[in-house]
C-alpha cells in the first residue's frame, strides 16, 4: 500500500487530509485560501451559491438542482438562486420570432 492509503485507513475522522483529522471547516478553508493567495472576502456558502447557479444557467433541471440543495420547493430555488445574467436573457429574447417573418 502507497502512504497515503495507509494514512487514509488509520485515520478515522470523517473528514480528513493526508490522514490528519480537520477539526474545523472553516479554519481550514481560511488557511487554504490563504497559501492559494486569495486575499478577497468568500465563505465556503460561496461556492453552494456559486454553483446552483450555474446549474441554473446552463439548462439542468429546476426539480433535479433543487434536491440537490436540499429545497423541499422549487421556489424556494429560483427566489434565492436563479440570477438573471445577459446571455440568458437574449436567448430567451432570441426566442422570439420576428414580426416580418410571421406577416
Known amino acids: 500500500m502507497t502512504e497515503d492509503i495507509e494514512n487514509k485507513i488509520q485515520c478515522r475522522e470523517i473528514i480528513h487530509f493526508k ?30 451559491h456559486a454553483a446552483i447557479t450555474m446549474m441554473l ?6 426539480k433535479s438542482v433543487s434536491q440537490i440543495a436540499g429545497h423541499s420547493r422549487t421556489d424556494t430555488t429560483t427566489k434565492i438562486y436563479q440570477h438573471t445574467n445577459t446571455d440568458l436573457l437574449r436567448t430567451q429574447i432570441d426566442l422570439i420570432p420576428d414580426l416580418e417573418d410571421e406577416l
Open 19 to 48: 490522514g490528519l483529522a480537520i477539526k474545523s471547516i472553516k479554519t481550514s478553508f481560511a488557511g487554504a485560501k490563504r497559501r492559494a493567495g486569495i486575499t478577497r472576502k468568500l465563505r465556503m456558502y460561496d461556492f453552494r
Open 57 to 62: 444557467s446552463s439548462g439542468a433541471d429546476l
